[in-house]
C-alpha cells in the first residue's frame, strides 16, 4: 500500500480538542491563528542562516539552566512565569523552580556523582496534576514518577533515592498522564548529569569544563507568535503525528550564536522536542565536519565514534566531541539538521492543521559558531572512554513487541494503550531477556523508551537506507546505537532487537512504564505498564 493512503486508514473525524490553559496560548484547531507559522519574522526562521545573533544560553551557577548540585533536602516548585524566548517578548512559561537560598534556579541542570543522593520535594503550582519523572534512572516506583503518582495543585510529593546509574546525560521532565506534551512545550524539563571517573578521565585528557567547553544543549521546537508567545495547537490529526514547530530553540536560546576557541569541545544533545527528530551535521559551507560520538543515554561509549552526520530522536541523548582546530577566526561553523525522509504521514498533501511550517526531515540550521580566538591546544581524543561490558544473552528469554500501523488515528503497543490500572507486561527480576521492536510498515519512527533500566542494542533489521548507511557494523548499528540505552528510535518497517537484564537493586514488585516518546503518542496512550516482580 503506498504511503499516500494513510490517511484513509487512520479515518480522522472533524473533532476539535481545543482546552483552555490559563494565560497560556492553547489553540484548538484553528491553522491559520496565530501559530508560528510562516508569518512576519524571517529573522527567525531557522531554514535562514542569517539572523544567528542571540548568544547562546550556556548553564551557569544560577537561574535558568543552572548548575545544581543538590547536597541537602530542597523544594523543587513547577509554575506559570515567564521565559524571553524572542528577546524583549517575555512569554508565558512552565518552569521548574528551585530556591537554594543564596540563587534561584529555573530547570537546573542537576549536577551529581553517583553515589549521591537526592532528597527534593515536588510542590506543584500548576493549576493541574504534575509529577516529575527521572529520565534514565534506576529507581524504585515510588521515586520513578510514574503518572499514577501525579499530584494536583497545591500538593506535595518526595522524593528521596540514591544515584546509582553510572556517569551520564540524563534528564527530568514531567509525566502526568496525557499531559506530558502541553507541559513539555510550555518548558518543564532539564538535564540531569551523574558524573563518574569515566567523566573524570575525558576531561583530564582533553581539558573540559562544563559550562565552558563542555556544554549540555537541549533541543526543542516550538511556535510562537508575533508577541512571542509559545502557541501551543492540538487537535486529533496533531496528536496522530505530534506537535511540531518552526522555530528552533538551544537552551531555549532562538537564532543562538556561540564564540569558540580553536579546540575540542563536547556537547551534551538532548532531544526534548514534543515530536521532532534531528539529523545533526556540524557543516562549513558545502562541507560536513568529521566529529566523534562518545556517549549516548546511558553514558560514555567503550570507545570514539567518528561520524558525520547523526540522527537524534525524541528524549534521545548523544554526546559528541567537536575539534575547532584548523579553522580561522572569522570562520562560521553551523550545526544544522539535514534533509531526510520523515516517514510520517505529515508530508503526505493534506492539511493537518499543523501550524508549524517547518515539516519533520526538512533542512535547517539550529546554531552557528564564531570561530573567536585561536588558542594554543595540542590534546588528542583518547583512545578508550568507559567498559561496556555486553550483556551475556545465553538462555535469554525472547519477547516481541508491536508497533502496528496506526488504528483510527491511535498508536498501540502489541494491542494495548495505557490504562493506569492495567499491567499488560510482568519481567522476572535477575533475567535477562532480548525484546524485537517491530514497527508497522505504515507507521511512524517511534522512539520507543522503557523505564528503570538500560538497555543494549543488538541488531537493527530492515532498517531504512538513511538508517543503514549511518550503521558501522554488520548488525546495522549507528554510532550513536552503542554503549547504553534507554530510548531507541524504531523506524517504519524496523525492527530493533536489544539487550536487557532486569537485575533489579529494589525488593518487591515494581511498576514502571515502556512508552513511546513522542509526546503526543505518549499521551495518546502509546504507553504500557510493566512490571519487575
Ligand atoms: Cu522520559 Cu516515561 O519518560
Ligand atoms: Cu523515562
Ligand atoms: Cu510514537
Not at 534506576?138 to 495543585?153: Q, R, T, V
Not at 490504562?419 to 519481567?427: R, S
Not at 537506507?465 to 547504553?484: C, N, Y
Request: with cysteine.
Amino acid at each position: 500500500m503506498k504511503r499516500r493512503n494513510f490517511l484513509r486508514i487512520l479515518g480522522f473525524g472533524g473533532v476539535v480538542l481545543g482546552a483552555g490553559g490559563g494565560g497560556l496560548i492553547f489553540n484548538s484547531c484553528d491553522s491559520s491563528g496565530g501559530g508560528g507559522g510562516g508569518g512576519g519574522d524571517m529573522g527567525l526562521d531557522p531554514r535562514s542562516p542569517e539572523g544567528f545573533v542571540n548568544r547562546l544560553l550556556v548553564p551557569g551557577d544560577e537561574g535558568l539552566y543552572g548548575l545544581f548540585h543538590p547536597d541537602s533536602p530542597f523544594l523543587i516548585v513547577p509554575k506559570e512565569t515567564e521565559t524571553e524566548i524572542v528577546p524583549g517578548k517575555p512569554a508565558s512559561s512552565f518552569l521548574y523552580e528551585v530556591d537554594a537560598g543564596d540563587r534561584i534556579f529555573y530547570n537546573p541542570i542537576f549536577r551529581l556523582r553517583k553515589g549521591d543522593t537526592v532528597d527534593a520535594t515536588l510542590l506543584n503550582e500548576l493549576d493541574e496534576e504534575t509529577i516529575i519523572h527521572w529520565h534514565g534512572l534506576e529507581l524504585d516506583h515510588a521515586n520513578d514518577g510514574h503518572p499514577n503518582s501525579a499530584i494536583p495543585h497545591d500538593s506535595s510529593y518526595n522524593y528521596n533515592y540514591e544515584v546509582i546509574n553510572r556517569g551520564a546525560t540524563y534528564w527530568y521532565h514531567p509525566h502526568p498522564d496525557k499531559l506530558v506534551g502541553k507541559q513539555s512545550y510550555f518548558g518543564l524539563g532539564s538535564f540531569f548529569i551523574v558524573e563518574d571517573e569515566n567523566d573524570d578521565a575525558l576531561r583530564n585528557a582533553l581539558e573540559l569544563e562544563l559550562g565552558q567547553t563542555e556544554i549540555p544543549l537541549n533541543l526543542q521546537d516550538r511556535n510562537l507568535d508575533s508577541e512571542g508567545q509559545l502557541v501551543f495547537e492540538i487537535n486529533p490529526m496533531i496528536q496522530t503525528i505530534g506537535v511540531l514547530g518552526d522555530r528552533i530553540l538551544v537552551n531555549k536560546t532562538i537564532k543562538p550564536f556561540l564564540d569558540v576557541d580553536t579546540r575540542i569541545y563536547r556537547f551534551r544533545f538532548l532531544n526534548s522536542s514534543n515530536s521532532r527528530t534531528y539529523k545533526l551535521a556540524f557543516t562549513k559551507g558545502s562541507e560536513k565536519l568529521v566529529f566523534n560520538v562518545i556517549g549516548n543515554d546511558g553514558g560514555l561509549l567503550d570507545k570514539p565514534y567518528e561520524a558525520t552526520e547523526a540522527f537524534i530522536g525524541i528524549a534521545e541523548r548523544v554526546d559528541i566531541l567537536v575539534d575547532f582546530r584548523g579553522h580561522q577566526p572569522g570562520d562560521e561553523i553551523f550545526l544544522k539538521s539535514l534533509e531526510f525522509d520523515p516517514m510520517d504521514p505529515a508530508l503526505v498533501d493534506m492539511n493537518f492543521n499543523q501550524p508549524s511550517t517547518l515539516m519533520n526531515g526538512e533542512e535547517f540550521y539550529v546554531l552557528k559558531f564564531n570561530v573567536a580566538n585561536e588558542i594554543s591546544y595540542n590534546l588528542q581524543v583518547p583512545g578508550t572512554l568507559s567498559e561496556i561490558v555486553p550483556i551475556d544473552i545465553t538462555g535469554a528469554g525472547e519477547r516481541f513487541i508491536t508497533l502496528p500501523n496506526p488504528i483510527e488515528g491511535t498508536w498501540f503497543i502489541n494491542n494495548f494503550r495505557f490504562n493506569p490500572g492495567e499491567i499488560p507486561l510482568t519481567v522476572s527480576r535477575d533475567t535477562t531477556e532480548v525484546w524485537t521492536i517491530q514497527n508497522g510498515p505504515l507507521a511512524m519512527p517511534h522512539p520507543i523508551h522503557i523505564h528503570a533500566f538500560q538497555f543494549q542494542i543488538l541488531e537493527r533489521i530492515n532498517s531504512p537506507e538513511q538508517v543503514s548507511e549511518l550503521a558501522i557494523d554488520a548488525h546495522g548499528r549507528m554510532p550513536t546505537d552503542m554503549g547504553w540505552k534507554d530510548v531507541v528510535l524504531v523506524w517504519p518497517g524496523e525492527s530493533v532487537k536489544y539487550a536487557i537484564r532486569f537485575n533489579l537493586s529494589f525488593p518487591g514488585d515494581q511498576i514502571y512504564l515502556f512508552h513511546c516518546h513522542n509526546l503526543e503518542h505518549e499521551d495518546q496512550g502509546m504507553m504500557i505498564n510493566y512490571q519487575v516482580s
